[in-house]
């Protein structure tokens, strides 16, 4: 079965630079989810998006911004990178409705040096 | 304002005896309740929920878990432990009467089951 694909898997960057993260979701499944999980901690949720409009906003970062394209993959943009943003990035998706579990991508790992 | 609690950063287990991870959470409405797993350097992967009706759930690789009502509890079980079930677990809630999409995840619990 088609899973959630993340690319890259490995990112380094350096401060102040830009990264792009991209998640291709499970076909049929319309809205997307990005979250942050830093070492040791639980994801925290970034961003949302449903039939490629933003729903619903945690907490991310002004520095960050994303978008869901037509064939609903999505990218979340970072720029001004800081060391704090070094973290585990995670893509899910799931079909509309919150009785529906999410369907993680395997993460891209930032580092910021 | 809506959480999840695992009182536990790290449950040990002998291998065949039966597990108990804990999650209690609070929210607003009805909660919709999850349990993932996390492998190391994976991505998180379901293993079973509550939405409604009975409170016993039954999941993936014999897990189970029992939503209680009047507890705010929804603790992850299984009867006999297995070596390949050490992982990290994150019992999660969606509140549907405050965001649509967000999930709050508990901060985790480390659970090793010991040969």
């Known amino acids: 079965a088609a899973g959630v694909i993340q690319s890259p898997r490995h990112l380094i960057k350096e401060k102040r630079e830009t990264a792009t993260l991209k998640c291709y979701p499970i076909p049929r499944h319309d809205t997307v989810y990005w979250y942050q999980q830093g070492p040791g901690q639980d994801p925290q949720f970034l961003i949302s998006?449903?039939?490629?409009?933003?729903?619903d906003k945690g907490s991310i970062p002004d520095r960050f911004s994303a978008q869901q394209f037509s064939d609903y993959h999505s990218e979340l943009n970072m720029s001004s990178l800081e060391l704090g943003d070094s973290a585990l990035y995670f893509c899910?998706?799931?079909?509309?409705?919150?009785?529906?579990?999410?369907?993680f991508g395997p993460g891209t790992r930032l580092t910021v040096t | 304002a809506q959480s999840v609690a695992q009182p536990e950063d790290q449950v040990n287990v002998a291998e065949g005896n039966p597990l108990t991870v804990k999650c209690t959470y609070s929210?607003?409405?009805?909660?919709?309740l999850f349990w993932y797993v996390q492998y190391p350097n994976r991505g998180l992967q379901f293993l079973l929920k509550?939405?409604?009706?009975?409170?016993l759930v039954k999941g993936s690789y014999g897990f189970e878990a029992e939503f209680n009502k009047s507890q705010t509890s929804f603790h992850l079980k299984k009867p006999s432990a297995l070596v390949s079930d050490s992982a990290l677990y994150f019992c999660a809630v969606r509140d549907m009467e405050t965001s649509y999409d967000k999930v709050i995840f508990g901060p985790g619990t480390s659970l090793s089951v010991i040969p």
């Open positions: 509550y939405i409604t009706g009975d409170n």
């Open positions: 998006f449903y039939e490629k409009m933003q729903s």
């Open positions: 899910a998706s799931s079909p509309r409705g919150g009785a529906y579990e999410q369907y």
């Open positions: 929210v607003s409405g009805n909660p919709y």
